[in-house]
């Protein structure tokens, strides 16, 4: 309207762009764990200073992406059995307050239509198609911290998800770990569909549980490679 200022347009800046494109490389298995970062190589690929460069990577650092060694150089992080126990931990703190949020506050008609994705990912599974299993347990989880509204929360817990979305591409995940975590989605969804906080609860804190486990087995025994 005449006589208000104009409001400024948010454009990406390079640095979070590179840090963007980096991360999604690292997290879809085109750089593998261990191997070495030339930020040089990125700079010069891009057509930027090392600046956005260097604030690029210091937030993959951040986020225990990269590793940077002393005399030695950036290389891509092995994630481990810790990370593994770190990021679960910090998922069932997060997501065991938000279930119970979402219990009450996520409308009837929306627990509904996940259940039915759920059911729909379990089908594709069975007979080999993983994708709409991933893209299900995705928004899954992501519509239940959303549900709480609370800001913070949602960006913590997104914090997570590019390691979780990592182990996925570094590792099979079989058909019996679908049947398992669908089993729990299932149990969710139903719970807070009855708006029954505790059993929700219950059930979201048992699969994290058993993600956390079952992610563990796979990489001592190898199913995940690093």
Known sequence: MPGQPAKSLVVESISDQLYRILR?????GAYAPGSRFDPQAVATEFGVSRTPVREALA???HDQLIETR???GTFVARPGVTDVHEVCQLRKGIEW???GIAATAMPLGRIAELRAEVVEALEHAEKGD???FFASDTRLHTEIVAATGNERLIRVRSSTEPFVQWLRILGAT???RIAGSTHRHLEILDAMARR???AAQTAAAVHLDEVEEWTV??????AITT
């Open 97 to 99: 307050l938000a279930t």
């Open 217 to 222: 087995a796979d990489m001592e025994s190898h």
């Open 130 to 132: 993983y994708e709409p």
């Open 174 to 176: 079989g058909p019996h």
């Open 24 to 28: 999604d490389r690292i997290t879809s």
């Open 70 to 72: 002393p005399r030695s």
């Open 59 to 61: 937030r993959l650092e």
């Open 196 to 198: 029954d906080v505790a």
